[in-house]
């Protein structure tokens, strides 16, 4: 607790200078371009990562980076909270990307592969029933990258299956119909600090550089 309170302390007599005005302009409202929905990992930071300046982002963060699909009413099937914050980030702030992120190493992922009892956490095991999927996804090589180890393919696979999930919303339904919305998954690997961003024509994860930006965005 000591070293986050002197962080706290560095920031309002150091970085704080940086972004006074900015905090103060955001003091009137937000109006963020992306919801980024991301896994708590701490080795995940999503303004880092993207180069994100306070006010860009709108940041979901869970345990494996999952998104419990709709009902047929446009319920959620499960926890309230990204439901919630989905239908915040599209129908209120009007958003014009959503980016699932996973990543490398991912113990919740690990979790799946390995079937590992979690009596000690029912919650956890639970919430990783929306990832389960995955594993078999995996197995089929469905978009995961040939060359890592199952765990990986199944963090990567993991991105495509919370797409699906996230497309059972009907306000993502209604905004990807409008083209005012799109969705992009993209995969961290912390060991290099590599981005890879799926891409719908080779139905693989590609490595992100200036010439997969241009055919993706282009």
């Known amino acids: 607790m000591r070293d986050l309170l ?11 200078l940086l972004y006074r005005d900015r905090f103060r302009e955001l003091s009137e409202g937000q109006a963020p371009d992306t919801l980024f929905i991301a896994c708590s990992d701490s080795r995940v930071v999503p303004s880092l990562l993207a180069s994100a300046e306070p006010g860009e982002l709108f940041t979901m963060r869970n ?20 439901a919630s914050a989905i239908e915040y980030a599209v129908s209120v702030l009007a958003v014009k990307n959503i980016v699932v992120c ?22 956890l095991s639970q919430w990783l029933d929306h990832a389960r999927p995955a594993l078999a996804m995996a197995q089929q090589q469905s ?9 990986d393919k199944v963090s990567q696979s993991n991105v495509l299956l919370q797409l699906e999930h996230l497309s059972t919303y009907p306000a993502v339904r209604q905004g990807l119909a409008n083209k005012t919305l799109s969705l992009a ?15 719908p024509v080779t139905r693989s994860f590609e490595l992100l550089n200036k010439d997969s930006i241009d055919r993706l965005t282009g």
């Not at 002197?6 to 704080?16: C, I, K, M, V």
């Not at 978009?143 to 890592?148: K, M, P």
């Open 63 to 82: 345990v494996g980076n999952l998104i419990p699909p709709a009902k047929a009413d446009g319920t959620s099937s499960g926890d309230l909270s990204e």
């Open 185 to 199: 998954g993209w995969w961290f690997d912390i060991a290099t600090g590599d981005m890879h961003v799926y891409d």
């Open 102 to 123: 996973g990543h490398s190493n991912c113990g919740a992922l690990r979790a799946v592969v390995t079937g590992a009892a979690l009596d000690d956490a029912p919650n």
């Open 6 to 16: 002197l962080g706290l302390l560095e920031f309002r007599e150091q970085s704080l």
């Open 143 to 151: 978009g995961a990258t040939s060359d890592r180890p199952l765990q």
